[in-house]
């Protein structure tokens, strides 16, 4: 292989863009409660119809950071619905992992609303990793409801990696290669006498811009034991069974991993229910930034947590600006980013609408 992976071929897709794309179905209210069930996420904006037609925004809503679903998608080596998320000509097989993503959100998406989406190539590069080369490809999605309107925008970073000889041999000649045993993983909880209960809607008080102070700790949201259920019910609400989530052979003997991982957008849903929780029904949940940077398993419980670093009024709105992150039962931090968040003032409605930033 050569000392570069961005050959030619790979560098001429910087720029280009998706032919958009309209999903299947539109939002259903059955979609908006298996996105939210299967985040443990009880706001009933996304389930209690009557609640929500009583709120400023008079409808149900989708959680925001899961507004697309892949329907059916063809299944192919990595998973249903992975091949088509990364349709770059690499010079290997590799998986792509969730970097992170930069959201803006500028409307609500509601149930009932079709959704499109068009993808941009903005950037292909390459850095060198402990086992390797690594390859980032940076896109930008855009997403517009039935009305053509944009809802929101997303920064998406992938990082893809060359498999290691062994793997490669064993991927290309599946059956013909003696294989490594397989190492054994903890089996993933609830133990036989437990069943894991579903959390129950709280009351929900608005917090209003005056209320909050800089250093001021969001209520975090814990998620845990983790399970491969909450894998698998992630994967039928959301519509991307990638194989490194729920197949265990897979994930350790293909991609070299030591267990099935949690799914990088399902971190996102922990931490937008973090930042959701903290805005309120009044509040809007604006931007967005994470970047993924450890793994986490069955076993783990996982604590969404954030802090307000900055306080400041901008266009008569006041704005928040969050660090968030998420850490294991392991002691890791697995995810760190920012956020922000505007708030009413007492008295004050907030617009519907958003303009995007730079």
Request: hydrophobic letters at 35%; one cysteine or more; glycine letters at 8%.
């Amino acid at each position: 292989m050569s000392s570069t992976l961005i050959t030619p071929q790979v560098r001429a897709i910087i720029g280009q863009e998706t032919t958009p794309e309209r999903n299947r179905f539109p939002i259903s209210e059955e979609m908006a409660y298996d996105l939210a069930d299967a985040i443990q996420d009880p706001n009933p904006m996304y389930s209690d119809g009557d609640y929500a037609a009583r709120s400023r925004f008079g409808k149900l809503l989708c959680p925001p950071l899961a507004t697309w679903k892949d329907i059916a998608p063809s299944i192919g080596f990595f998973g249903a619905g992975q091949e088509s998320h990364f349709q770059v000509p690499l010079p290997f097989n590799g998986y792509g992992l969730n970097g992170g993503s930069d959201w803006q959100f500028l409307r609500p998406v509601y149930v009932g609303d079709w959704i499109t989406r068009r993808f941009r190539i903005l950037d292909i590069y390459e850095k060198q990793g402990r086992s390797g080369l690594l390859v980032f490809v940076v896109r930008q999605e855009t997403q517009t409801n039935q009305h053509g309107q944009v809802v929101n925008l997303a920064k998406r970073v992938s990082i893809h990696r060359a498999l290691g000889s062994e793997q490669q041999a064993s991927t290309a000649n599946a059956g013909e290669v003696s294989e490594p045993p397989l190492r054994p993983v903890p089996v993933s909880p609830p133990a036989p006498d437990t069943v894991i209960s579903k959390p129950v809607a709280q009351s929900r008080d608005q917090r209003y811009f005056e209320d909050v102070t800089t250093g001021m700790e969001l209520p975090p949201v814990v998620k845990g034991p983790i399970t491969t259920t909450h894998l698998v019910r992630w994967a039928a609400a959301n519509g991307n069974y990638a194989r490194i989530h729920w197949d265990l052979p897979f994930a350790q003997l293909r991609q070299g991993l030591s267990n099935v991982v949690v799914n990088g957008s399902l971190k996102n849903q922990y931490l937008g229910q973090l930042l959701l929780d903290f805005a309120g029904d009044e509040g809007w949940f604006k931007r967005f930034y994470v970047e993924h940077r450890g793994m986490d398993y069955p076993d783990d419980v996982i604590t969404a947590y954030g802090t307000v670093t900055e306080k400041a009024e901008q266009d008569g709105f006041g704005y928040l600006t969050c660090r968030v992150g998420l850490r294991n039962s392991r002691g890791e931090e697995t995810a760190s980013g920012h956020a922000t968040i505007v708030l009413p003032k007492r008295g004050q409605s907030l617009p519907l609408v958003w303009e995007a930033e730079e």
